[in-house]
């Protein structure tokens, strides 16, 4: 089939983009020329509508990823929902037209993108995009993969299953949000217990946890019960190691502790298509910071706000442009 697409794409767009490495105050610019990128056969092209930002992206801008990163220019961003525009030769799950949104990068840190999401147009291969649930607004969407698939593919890392313990470290985070939801909803969960700051712990409750913990009055390794699996979203594996039982799992998505499981995501439709019925029905929500929404020219306070790591949820970019 040749490649369908909308007749009005231009060959530049703005975007977000970062020319070296360092702070993302000193260093991402707003340019209304970048290139578009071209599709490749297994991609298509997206008209964004929502983007969402991770911790990832400022952890790459700063740099600590360059000896296996793509080097820069970068265009910033993972997480994207819009509207595809442009199909390759080879794409057989999506046509113009169709909603979509993922993770457009399959390995987080090794050779990601240099066109990232926080742009009017972005390519992706369609193997890492699913059809956005009809209920969940585009900003919503966008809010959900990177997150959503690291909560999954940490649960699965560990062995998770139904019946099982599980304690959340950071579970008002864009990660530890979704770990609670996940463990309760859809791997059935014993029981969930999650730590947050006395503000959040409503939150955290309303998610699903059964046992809300205040970290700044309390030190969750002193509890006298242990659980299956810990889930470290904030760089507590090894507090994590006094809580877990004898046989249990410790997961990380930020620092190495062995014997806790290090991992980094590896993004993929797959995930985000077995949930879709969760999505559907509202069993498993979105959450954005009650703050977290803020328009394409307020990128630089978005990530400000992000990297103060006080955020609830997610913090996500709309509308572009």
Sequence with gaps: MASASFDSIPSVNKAWIYSEYGKSGDVLKFDENVDIPQVKEDQVLIKVVAAALNPVDFKRMLGLFKAIDSPPPTVVGYDVAGVVVKVGSQVKKFKV?????????????????????????????????ALKPKNLSFTEAASLPLAIETAYEGLERAEFSAGKSVLVLGGAG???????????????????????????????????????????????????????????TVGQAERGLKAVKEGGKVVTIVSPAPPAILFVLTSTASILEKLEPYLESGKVKPVIDPKGQFPFYKTLEAFAYLETSRATGKVVIYPIP
């Design 97 to 129: 037209g169709d909603e979509v949104y993922g993770d457009i990068n399959e390995a987080a840190l090794e050779k990601p993108k240099n066109h990232g999401t926080l742009a009017e147009y972005t390519a992706a291969e369609e193997r890492l995009l």
């Design 174 to 232: 864009g990660v530890g949000t979704q770990v609670i939801q996940l463990a309760k909803h859809v791997f059935g969960a014993s029981k969930v217990a999650a730590t947050a700051s006395t503000g959040k712990l409503d939150l955290l409750r309303s998610l699903g946890a059964d046992l809300a913990i205040d970290y700044t009055k309390e030190n969750f390794e002193d509890l006298p019960e242990k659980f299956d699996v810990v889930y470290d």
